[in-house]
């Protein structure tokens, strides 16, 4: 098993910065590629970011490219999506996802890959 909490979340006008942390407990974090998804109300989950097991590799949905990084600290067990440049349409629930995937970092855009997932952590950007 893989815990995962997510953190960072809040209200932010539009144009500011955010970063999230999702913090890992359990197995051993550097087995998982780490995704993030989010969730807009009446909406289908949407892959954001993902990065590789050993943080050599990233990949990104069209929305978030250029605006959005994905990292990770093997050390600390946690991975973080730092937002800037946000939008009143990035607003969501955002959850982490960890992957026992070692393959194509671009096939990490796809939920069923994922075998654990956060809560979430609400990100609202005011116009």
């Known amino acids: 098993q893989v815990q995962l909490v997510e953190s960072g979340g809040g209200l932010v006008q539009a144009g500011g910065s955010l970063r999230l942390s999702c913090a890992a407990s359990g197995r051993t974090f550097s087995n998982y590629a780490m995704g993030w998804f989010r969730q807009a109300p009446g909406k289908e989950r949407e892959f954001v970011a993902a990065?590789?097991?050993?943080?050599?590799?990233?990949y990104y949905a069209d929305s978030v490219k250029g605006r959005f990084t994905i990292s990770r600290d093997n050390a600390k067990n946690t991975v973080y999506l730092q937002m800037n440049s946000l939008k009143p349409e990035d607003t969501a629930v955002y959850f982490c996802?960890?992957?026992?995937?070692?393959?194509?970092?671009?096939?990490?855009?796809?939920?069923?890959?994922?075998?654990?997932w956060g809560q979430g952590t609400q990100v609202t950007v005011s116009s």
């Open positions: 996802a960890a992957a026992r995937w070692n393959g194509v970092v671009s096939s990490l855009g796809r939920k069923d890959l994922y075998a654990y």
């Open positions: 990065i590789s097991r050993s943080g050599g590799n990233t």
